[in-house]
C-alpha cells in the first residue's frame, strides 16, 4: 500500500462543486491499495495506521489528476497537411469539404489502410499523449462510415484498450457525414447506421457512445434524432458535435435527447444554454479546433454562470485539431476563453470525466476513485498554465502503477 509524500501541492479535483473548486491541499499526502485511492489529505495529518507502509516521495512536485481527454477522433489513415495550408491561404472549412476534401478525404485513407496501421498510428499517438499526463481517452469512429470500415476502427479501440495503459472509452460516429456512395440518398445511410451499423456494434460490445455531427452540410436535428433513438434502443448512451459552424439548435437538442455532453458549441444559442443548464449537458470545449480555424471559441465564461459544466479537450483529428496535446488545450483555454488554470484544470480532469460518465471513478482524487495521477515540475495550478511547459509532466500513474516515467 504505497505512501506518497513531499507533495509540494495536490489538487483532488472534487465531482460536485463550483467551477473554480480544485480541492487543493498544500503539503500533501496519498494512499493508494490495489489501484484506488484510500486516504488523501495533509501530510501531517497521515493516520498512524500507515505508518510503515513504503513510501514514495514526490519530491516537492504538484500531483493533479491523471488528464481526461473527452473528444479525440484517435484512429485514422493520412494526413491533410495540404489543406493546413489551404486555410491558410484563405480557403475555408466548408470549401475544402465540398470539394472532396476534409472529412471525407480521411476517409478515404482510413477506407485504404489496414487495421494493422491504423493500430499501430494510435498506439504512437496514445504514448504522446501519455507523456502529457492523460489516463484516460475517448476515441471515435467516423472515418469509415461504412459497416465494415466503422468496425474496423472501434476493433482496433478494442484492442488497443487490452493492449494500452491508459483508459480507452470507444464511441460510434457513424453520423459524421455522407459518404460518396450515399450521395442523393440521405435516407439510404441513416437506415445503414441504424439497421446494420448500430446492431453490429452494440453485438460486439464495441461503443460505449453514440456521437453525431449536427451542422450544415452534415446531419439535421431530426436524423441524428433517429440515430439517437436507435442507439438508446441498443444501450449507447448519446454525444454531439453541435454548433460548431451555425447555431442549429444543437445544444438543446443535446440536453432533449439526454446527451453525455455536448461539444464544439462555437455558435450556441441563449435558449440552447438554457437547456443544457437544465439536463445537467456537459459542454465540451476544443480550443485547439478553434484556434487552428481562426473561429471563436465557445463562451466558457457564459455557459458556466448559467451552470453548465465546461470540459477541455483537444478534438484531436486529421483536419482542424491535428495537435494530441491536451495541456496545451488546456493553456489556449485560458487565453482564448479567459477560464482560469483552476476552471481548466477541472475541465480536463473530473468534468471531462463526467462528459464520459467516468466522473465517480476517474477525474478526481478521493478514495474509491482510481489511482490515476501525474506529478508536475510546477509549484502550482496557476504557475503550469502561466509559463506552459510542454515538458511539465514528470510521471503519470494509473492504477497507481508507473505508466509513464520522464527520466526512463
Excluded at 471525407?104 to 494493422?116: D, G, I, K, Q, Y
Aim: with cysteine.
Amino acid at each position: 500500500m504505497p505512501v506518497l509524500t513531499d507533495v509540494k501541492r495536490l489538487y483532488t479535483c472534487p465531482p460536485e462543486a463550483r467551477a473554480d473548486d480544485v480541492g487543493e491541499i498544500e503539503s500533501a499526502a496519498m494512499v493508494w491499495r490495489e489501484g484506488r485511492v484510500e486516504w488523501v489529505g495533509r501530510e501531517q495529518d497521515l493516520p498512524v495506521a500507515y505508518a510503515d507502509e513504503p513510501e514514495v516521495s514526490a519530491a516537492g512536485l504538484t500531483v493533479v489528476p491523471g488528464l481526461v481527454d473527452c473528444h479525440t477522433h484517435l484512429a485514422f489513415g493520412g494526413a491533410r497537411a495540404d489543406e493546413f495550408t489551404e486555410r491558410l491561404n484563405g480557403t475555408s472549412y466548408l470549401d475544402i469539404a465540398a470539394r472532396g476534401g476534409g472529412i471525407l478525404s480521411t476517409v478515404r485513407a482510413t477506407r485504404e489502410a489496414s487495421e494493422e496501421l491504423l493500430q499501430v498510428n494510435a498506439d504512437l499517438l496514445l504514448c504522446r499523449m501519455l507523456r502529457r499526463g492523460v489516463t484516460t481517452v475517448e476515441a471515435k469512429s467516423g472515418y469509415g462510415l461504412s459497416l465494415a470500415d466503422e468496425l474496423k476502427q472501434l476493433r482496433v479501440y478494442k484492442r488497443l484498450a487490452q493492449t494500452s495503459r491508459q483508459r480507452l472509452i470507444p464511441t460510434l460516429l457513424a453520423a459524421h457525414a455522407v459518404p460518396p456512395e450515399f450521395s442523393g440518398n440521405r435516407d439510404g445511410y441513416l437506415d445503414l447506421i441504424c439497421n446494420e451499423i448500430l446492431p453490429a456494434v452494440a453485438a460486439e460490445r464495441l461503443a460505449v457512445f453514440c456521437d453525431a455531427f449536427v451542422e450544415t452540410g452534415a446531419f439535421t436535428p431530426d436524423e441524428a434524432r433517429r440515430v439517437f433513438a436507435a442507439a438508446r434502443g441498443l444501450g449507447l448512451v448519446p454525444k454531439l458535435h453541435a454548433d460548431q459552424l451555425s447555431d442549429t439548435g444543437g445544444g438543446a437538442l443535446a440536453a432533449e435527447v439526454g446527451a453525455a455532453s455536448a461539444d464544439h458549441l462555437e455558435n450556441i444559442s441563449e435558449a440552447s444554454i438554457r437547456a443544457m443548464a437544465r439536463a445537467g449537458t456537459v459542454a465540451v470545449s476544443l480550443p485547439l479546433a478553434t484556434l487552428v480555424l481562426g473561429v471563436e471559441p465557445l463562451p466558457a465564461r457564459e455557459l458556466m454562470e448559467a451552470g453548465v459544466p465546461v470540459a477541455v479537450a483537444t478534438d484531436f483529428n486529421p483536419g482542424s485539431a491535428p495537435v494530441a496535446d491536451l495541456p496545451l488545450a488546456m493553456w489556449a483555454a485560458c487565453v482564448r476563453q479567459r477560464m482560469t488554470p483552476a476552471q481548466v484544470l477541472r475541465g480536463a480532469t473530473t468534468v471531462a470525466a463526467r462528459a464520459l460518465q467516468l466522473h465517480g471513478s476517474v477525474g478526481s482524487l478521493l478514495p474509491g476513485y482510481h489511482a490515476d495521477f501525474v506529478l508536475i515540475n510546477s509549484s502550482s495550478v496557476e504557475t503550469w498554465m502561466y509559463s506552459f511547459d510542454p515538458d511539465a509532466i514528470w510521471y503519470a500513474y494509473i492504477g497507481g502503477e508507473v505508466a509513464y516515467d520522464w527520466s526512463a
